[in-house]
């Protein structure tokens, strides 16, 4: 069965801080790893990542895959009170009948004036 | 161009009664899918479809029908509306070409009493 883990569930910081958000995953036919940022309403998407070590990065978000160790970070720096909601970290697999996308059950970023 | 709309926004049904959620996107998208979100339990896949009469199922498919006659329209129909049903749908869509992002609709809240 297809699974993907975020740590930590919730986090509370204060503006300024370094935050690090994580994703595990288990799936079969991996194809590529993507995070969405999600406040009061749909997802928006961040990053995909699809190769290990290329460090992907948006003015103060980035990430990387570690496809040997099946893993992703998600990095905020001089975080702000706009960075919190929900971070979800989505994996696509591939089967017969085409691309599947399986989701974590998301850490809830809160920043703090 | 609309992207991804949803319709309703919100409803209300009783235990049994059965309704349609409407999706639509406009930007000739060949991968639709149905997602609910629960609670502190990230985003779960319903049904999927990879193009027009090409229909499957997700995590969660018990309670729920889709169908795919066109490559703009995916709606989702709940045969028989049951209290465990009461969540935020989300339907996205994504394109096989390109970068796989995942647009989303706006979700519609629905609420089985």
């Known amino acids: 069965e297809d699974k993907v883990v975020q740590s930590p569930l919730s986090l509370v910081v204060h503006e300024g801080d370094t935050v690090t958000l994580n994703c595990s995953y288990e799936v079969t036919n991996f194809r590529s790893l993507l995070w969405y940022k999600q406040e009061k309403k749909a997802p928006t998407f961040l990053f995909m990542l699809?190769?290990?070590?290329i460090e992907k990065k948006s003015g103060r978000l980035s990430s990387i895959l570690d496809k040997k160790e099946l893993f992703s970070i998600l990095n905020i720096t001089a975080t702000q009170t706009g960075d919190s909601a929900v971070y979800l970290c989505a994996v696509m697999n591939y089967n017969n009948a085409g691309n599947m996308l399986t989701f974590g059950g998301g850490t809830r970023l809160m920043v703090k004036p | 161009n609309a992207g991804v709309t949803q319709t309703p926004k919100f409803q209300v049904l009783k235990t049994g009664q059965s309704m349609t959620l409407q999706c639509a996107q406009d930007?000739?998208?060949?991968?639709m899918s149905w997602y609910r979100q629960d609670p502190g339990m990230g985003l779960r896949l319903i049904h999927y479809s990879v193009g027009a009469g090409i229909t499957d199922q997700g995590e969660v498919p018990n309670g729920y029908n889709v169908s795919r006659s066109t490559t703009e329209d995916f709606p989702l129909r709940l045969l028989s509306a049951a209290p465990s049903q009461t969540s935020v749908y989300f339907c996205?869509?994504?394109?096989?070409?390109?970068?796989?992002?995942?647009?989303f609709g706006p979700g519609t809240r629905l609420t089985v009493t």
């Open positions: 699809t190769s290990s070590g």
């Open positions: 996205a869509s994504s394109s096989f070409s390109g970068s796989y992002e995942q647009y």
């Open positions: 930007m000739n998208h060949e991968y």
